[in-house]
């Protein structure tokens, strides 16, 4: 299994202004998955990130909004850009398993924001 | 587009009591996974199901995937305190690469 740890585990933000969520992974893998997860809800994709490509954003999700860095295979951070109290949220970094024939994914603790 | 409905929304029980959740894909599904994941915590990988009509089971969970692979259920049988938590279906369709489709989460609550 994978670890991942990301930073900051939680913040309190001011609306228009942006945040950078960390994600690291402790191998290299191909993708890494961002999700988003409402109070309560369940978690919906954000973007699929592969390394040395653009990241694949989901159906009402655009990289203005949300953009992703990938620079290496252990690492990868998503940005909130411009916030409103709308996007208060968990947001959730994941890892595919390199198992072969099981594809189960790894989530990351999570980062809780605020939005005031 | 691809929907994963998951019922109940919420569940009640008394310890000992079993539990079910019901997971229902609008298309065919490559797989389907199950995570859980605890009050204040990420999700976490239980199991996934391949096959047409699979089970399987961990201790006091069981697992069924639909002979049309759209459907799913978990089934814990003799709830403890410890189940307590949000189980998630995650539906992988066929051609969607590695990108899951995730179910609204069926919310388990066990009183001691």
């Known amino acids: 299994s994978a670890v991942i740890s990301q930073k900051p585990s939680r913040d309190i933000c001011q609306r228009g202004t942006s945040l950078t969520i960390q994600c690291q992974v402790d191998?290299?893998?191909?993708?890494m998955f961002w999700y988003r997860q409402q109070p309560g809800q369940s978690l919906t994709l954000i973007a699929t990130?592969?390394?040395?490509?653009?990241?694949?954003?989901e159906s009402g999700f655009v990289i203005d909004k949300f953009p992703i860095s990938r620079p290496n295979l252990t690492f990868s951070t998503l940005t909130v850009s411009n916030m409103s109290p709308e996007d208060s949220s968990i947001y959730l970094c994941?890892?595919?398993?390199?198992?072969?024939?099981?594809?189960?994914?790894?989530f990351g603790p999570g980062t809780r924001l605020t939005v005031l | 587009g691809q929907q994963v409905m998951q019922i109940p929304q919420y569940q009640h029980v008394q310890e000992g009591e079993d539990f079910t959740t019901y997971c229902n894909s609008s298309t065919t599904l490559s797989n389907i996974q199950w995570y859980k994941q605890r009050p204040g915590g990420h999700p976490v990988f239980l199991i996934q199901?391949?096959?047409s009509g699979e089970v399987k089971k961990q201790k006091r969970l069981t697992f069924q995937f639909g002979e049309a692979k759209k459907n799913s259920s978990l089934h814990i049988t003799a709830t403890q305190t410890t189940d307590v938590g949000t189980y998630f279906c995650a539906g992988l369709p066929w051609g969607a690469g590695n990108m899951l489709t995730f179910g609204g989460g069926t919310r388990l609550m066990v009183k001691p």
């Open positions: 994941s890892v595919e398993s390199d198992r072969g024939y099981y594809n189960e994914q790894f």
């Open positions: 191998s290299q893998v191909t993708m």
């Open positions: 199901l391949v096959k």
């Open positions: 990130a592969n390394q040395g490509s653009e990241a694949t954003y």
